[in-house]
């Protein structure tokens, strides 16, 4: 498994503002995601996040409100863009390790968002 | 259109005894299932999976078992101890497709009681 961190853990932010997130994960893995959970609701992939290219994003989620960064092949960045109360959600990082079909994928704790 | 389905919201089990979540599925492409675990305020940790070629995995106190002509999967928990209480989340993907996407149910909330 991976050890994965994120910050912050959670936060308070104005409507209008954005917010940056950051995934650490203490080893090299091959893959990526963000996902968010709406309260009360099931957990939804954003998008792939993408070593060195632009990440892919899922329907219903565009670049211009969650650009993503991956600089290298142990930390991401997720921002949340034009922050609206809708936007208040736990977003989870995770990573998937091994090639091929080890297929697990591994979740940081999450980042608690409330939007005012 | 939710292609992955916990039709139980909550779920109360006295301890020592079966805990039993349900999963189903509508799309048959779906070639690998997975539990997980979430604690509140922690992310989801991972808990067994299950390839489609099996119907049966074990994992000490954990099993899951999988009906593919019913495109259901099931998580027993044997026995439920306090610790367990948690929400359940069966999650699905489509190897083939190489993309490694999950696709979570709803989640099921277990509480065990001492």
């Known amino acids: 498994s991976a050890v994965i961190s994120q910050k912050p853990s959670r936060d308070i932010c104005q409507r209008g503002t954005s917010l940056t997130i950051q995934c650490q994960v203490d080893?090299?893995?091959?893959?990526m995601f963000w996902y968010r959970q709406q309260p009360g609701q099931s957990l939804t992939l954003i998008a792939t996040?993408?070593?060195?290219?632009?990440?892919?994003?899922e329907s219903g989620f565009v670049i211009d409100k969650f650009p993503i960064s991956r600089p290298n092949l142990t930390f991401s960045t997720l921002t949340v863009s034009n922050l609206s109360p809708e936007d208040s959600s736990i977003y989870l990082c995770?990573?998937?390790?091994?090639?091929?079909?080890?297929?697990?994928?591994?979740f940081g704790p999450g980042t608690r968002l409330l939007v005012l | 259109d939710q292609q992955v389905k916990q039709n139980s919201p909550s779920l109360s089990v006295q301890e020592g005894r079966i805990s039993i979540l349900n999963c189903d599925y509508t799309n048959s492409m779906f070639d690998y299932f997975l539990w997980y675990k979430k604690y509140p305020a922690e992310g989801p940790t991972f808990l067994i999976s299950i390839s489609s070629i099996k119907d049966k995995n074990e994992d000490g106190r954990f099993t899951v078992f999988l009906n593919k002509s019913a495109k259901h999967l099931s998580l027993h928990i044997v026995p439920s101890q306090p610790g367990d209480s948690a929400v359940y989340f069966c999650?699905?993907?489509?190897?083939?497709?190489?993309?490694?996407?999950?696709?979570f149910g709803t989640g099921t909330r277990l509480k065990v009681l001492a």
């Open positions: 996040a993408n070593q060195g290219s632009e990440a892919t994003y």
């Open positions: 999650a699905a993907s489509r190897r083939a497709s190489g993309t490694y996407k999950y696709i």
């Open positions: 080893s090299q893995v091959t893959m």
């Open positions: 995770s990573v998937k390790p091994g090639q091929g079909y080890q297929e697990t994928q591994y």
